[in-house]
């Protein structure tokens, strides 16, 4: 036997190790497919023989307090397709394309993709679900949807918010609750082999969906009716910019009413109600028109800002009382200007007309400015500051709505100057969202404590049982019980002798606050702007709910108490008697109920003309002008010409000329 060479040796050693190397590889990969990577080669494998359809969940309602619904579902159709069950997907691009209004080459594109299933259009209606399945295009299938739908179109919009395409929650207590809402999508899925038949063995599997849970809000669909009404009329009336309306139960938090107009239709957010701003916002590009969607998704009751004004003033006749650096037997004289601040000089609303002497109440239904800048003054900056957040300023106030605005205060006490104290004292060099406003108002009216706003009671499942329950919950006790009750007692006195008439209800002991602020805009008060509002309490001796009404930019008559006055007794009338709450009148009331007479046209009319015509049928008048003659013009009047109106009651008159409030600094500005 002949023995092997070096060569040879070589050539077999060589060999080996290719062979070794080679069942090492495969032995690596082996252990690797088996141990390491099975699971993601399986689930490839199986990517390829099954396809899978998602089935949406059903969207949970949402109710209002009573069990009215006022977001629902309502049935719609989604368009899929398999792509590698399609026989002639450009030939069926073609059919489908004038049915789902799509382009037939983006249409060909899905058809063709590598994805197992394809949306191709969510929501079409009935008829062209029909017209679809008349085609009998292989690898077309339909599956029942289901799509937000609201009832009541605008109504409650801001409180309510909308869906996108997909179901989800974007503004509103539909954004907030999304989760609960929303439910859990299940998924349909079927196997097949290469030429797509159902494995015999596999067959499909459906994972159910798990519907969501439904809301049930603290909304009163009824009052909520109310408001929606009373703002409508509020704007329509003044000419206004817009209006914010709360309507709220001081002792849960629990929020009855929110309104604001304009407004829009949550099945169709991004069309404004008005045709004609609509075509103006087609043209306009699309980043401004994004803006304006923005704009009028804004909930103005928890999303903007603004200056109280003299409703502000009950914070700091809360602070005063409570600290005991004034009392009821407390007096303020009002000369109609405060002199004594460097550089500045700050008028009270009467300083053509100065109060004089006044005690506390006194003031507190006049609205003297002058004598409040002095009740801050003996309160101090220290204690001013520390009620301003006590009663909720500065902060967010812990609402389930998105968005809400913390408001503008001073950054720390050493930013109060003398100046700042003096205005903040009234309402001005601060800013507040309307929420914040009536909660602080709420606060008073529950007996000093201040509660968290609630949009929502519970959570309920399909068959009706309570998930969740939302109990009130309070922040603080920011005043006491005797202060409140003190409080509340001014308050009903400034609507029966004071800057609060309009607001007055027979038969129900009302009290409120009126305030009136010029406007700010970019950081400088702009001329001729304002915001009017007036926020009140019902029935004063036990008080069911708070009201705050917001008139911004009011065209002409802008004062507080004239603006949005009758509209909060609007509300609070309407209000207490959905609530059955009885009636109690006086003597006088009786009489007065009995006893109204047609408001005269006077508009044209001299002042002495329509002085002597009002004073004929047992009516007065009032207006803010002085320095007029006789023989001035009277161009407008409030209540209107035709309106019923008690014997007694009060006509404002306003004039073609005389000096009416003048246009002043921010320091200034006060109610009627």
Not at 252 to 273: C, S, V
Not at 397 to 412: K, M, W
Not at 510 to 521: F, R
Not at 639 to 644: L, S, W
Request: hydrophobic share 35%.
């Amino acid at each position: 036997m002949r023995k092997p060479t070096k060569k040879t040796k070589l050539r077999l050693g060589i060999a080996l190790t290719i062979a070794t190397l080679i069942v090492f590889f495969l032995g690596y990969r082996l252990i690797r497919i088996q141990l390491f990577e099975g699971e993601e080669y399986k689930k490839g494998a199986l990517q390829q023989w099954t396809k899978a359809i998602d089935i949406t969940s059903d969207r949970g309602l949402i109710y209002d307090r009573k069990g009215k619904k006022l977001a629902v579902n309502t049935t719609a159709y989604t368009v899929w397709a398999a792509p590698s069950d399609m026989d002639e997907p450009e030939a069926a691009a073609l059919q489908l394309g004038p049915i789902l209004g799509q382009d037939p080459e983006e249409l060909y594109k899905k058809l063709t993709s590598e994805a197992n299933v394809e949306k191709l259009k969510q929501w079409v209606t009935r008829a062209e679900a029909d017209q679809i399945r008349d085609l009998g295009i292989r690898g077309i299938s339909i599956v029942d949807d289901s799509k937000r739908y609201y009832p009541f179109g605008s109504f409650g919009s801001y409180i309510l918010g909308f869906t996108d395409i997909d179901n989800k929650g974007l503004y509103g207590i539909e954004r907030v609750y999304d989760e609960y809402l929303a439910g859990t999508p299940g998924i349909w899925v079927k196997a097949t082999d290469a030429a797509n038949r159902q494995l015999p063995y596999d067959g499909e599997q459906i994972y159910e969906a798990k519907d969501g849970l439904s809301v049930v809000l603290s909304v009163d669909e009824t009052i909520q009716g109310f408001a929606e009404d009373a703002a409508e009329k509020a704007m329509e009336t003044n000419k206004a910019k817009s209006v914010s309306i709360i309507v709220m139960d001081p002792e849960t938090g629990e929020i009855l009413a929110m309104a604001n107009k304009p407004d829009y239709d949550p099945n169709y957010p991004r069309q404004p109600l008005d045709p004609a701003v609509g075509e103006q916002w087609i043209k306009l590009p699309p980043e401004e028109q994004q803006q304006k969607w923005f704009q009028m998704w804004r909930n103005y009751a928890i999303n903007d800002l603004y200056e109280p004004g003299s409703t502000f003033k009950i914070v700091t006749a809360a602070a005063a009382l409570e600290e005991g650096s004034a009392t009821l037997n407390s007096h303020y004289y009002c000369d109609g200007f405060i002199r004594d601040i460097k550089g500045v000089v700050l008028r009270c609303s009467s300083w053509y007309d100065p109060h004089g002497d006044q005690d506390f109440a006194t003031s507190f239904s006049n609205s003297c400015n002058v004598a409040f800048v002095n009740m801050a003054r003996e309160l101090g900056k220290e204690k001013l500051y520390e009620y301003i957040k006590a009663f909720g300023f500065g902060q967010t106030t812990g609402i389930d709505l998105p968005g809400e605005q913390r408001g503008l205060i001073p950054s720390g006490i050493d930013s109060i100057k003398e100046v700042n104290l003096a205005t903040l004292s009234y309402g001005h060099g601060i800013s507040v969202t309307p929420i914040q406003m009536i909660n602080a108002i709420a606060a008073v009216a529950n007996d000093g404590k201040l509660m968290t706003p609630m949009m929502t009671r519970s959570l309920i499942d399909s068959q009706g049982k309570v998930v969740k329950q939302f109990q009130p919950q309070m922040k603080r006790q920011v005043i006491s019980e005797k202060t409140a009750d003190m409080l509340l007692d001014m308050l009903e006195k400034t609507v029966l002798e004071g800057t609060g008439k309009k607001a007055y209800v027979p038969g129900y002991r009302v009290g409120g606050k009126t305030g009136t602020a010029q406007k700010i805009i970019d950081g400088r008060y702009v001329e001729n702007k304002y915001i009017s509002s007036f926020g009140g309490v019902a029935p004063i001796n036990d008080p069911r709910i708070a009201v705050l009404v917001i008139v911004d930019e009011p065209t002409g008559i802008y004062y507080g108490g004239t603006v949005a006055g009758p509209f909060a007794a609007m509300v609070i009338e309407n209000t207490l008697n959905y609530m059955e709450v009885p009636r109690s009148y006086t003597e006088e009331e009786l009489k007065g109920i009995q006893e109204t007479v047609p408001v005269p046209e006077v508009i044209g009319l001299t002042i002495a003309e329509a002085g002597e015509l009002i004073s004929e049928i047992s009516l007065k008048y009032t207006t803010e002008y002085e320095d007029f003659s006789l023989d001035t013009v009277v161009v407008d009047q409030y209540p209107k010409a035709g309106e019923e109106i008690q014997i007694g009651g009060i006509i404002d008159l306003y004039l073609s000329s005389g000096t009416n409030n003048p246009t002043l600094s921010e320091e200034t500005f006060e109610d009627r």
